[in-house]
Nanobody
Framework: QVQLVESGGGSVQAGGSLRLSCAGS?????MAWFRQAPGKEREFVAA????????DYADFVKGRFAISKESPTKGGHLQMNSLKPEDTAIYYC?????????????????WGQGTQVTVST
């Protein structure tokens, strides 16, 4: 069973930055970040293919967030800049999915436990 572990969450003021990391216990394929705010459904944030060459972003983070993968076999990061209070949520790392289904949470094989990101005004 592959284990994913997120790190790097925390509290920051609006306009600040955070860098989330996702480490896997075994070789990982395509990776993504999802987030879930209180009372809301889990939503897609960003994805990167298994080689780290192709990325996809939700419209609400384009130009502010950057997803990366260390190598075809390792985990990756989510660099979050220009953070807004509405970015406050638990952020989850997910891995191993067919690229065509990258925006669908239910299609991912592995999930991390989540890391809290809080952005204050």
């Amino acid at each position: 069973q592959v284990q994913l572990v997120e790190s790097g969450g925390g509290s920051v003021q609006a306009g600040g930055s955070l860098r989330l990391s996702c480490a896997g216990s075994q070789t990982l394929g395509a990776m993504a970040w999802f987030r879930q705010a209180p009372g809301k459904e889990r939503e897609f944030v960003a994805a990167v293919d298994w080689r780290g060459r192709t990325t996809d972003y939700a419209d609400f983070v384009k130009g502010r967030f950057a997803i990366s993968k260390e190598s075809p076999t390792k985990g990756g990061h989510l660099q979050m800049n220009s953070l807004k209070p509405e970015d406050t949520a638990i952020y989850y790392c997910a891995a191993n999915v067919n690229w065509g289904e990258r925006r669908t949470a239910a299609q991912y094989t592995y999930w991390g436990q989540g890391t809290q990101v809080t952005v204050s005004t």
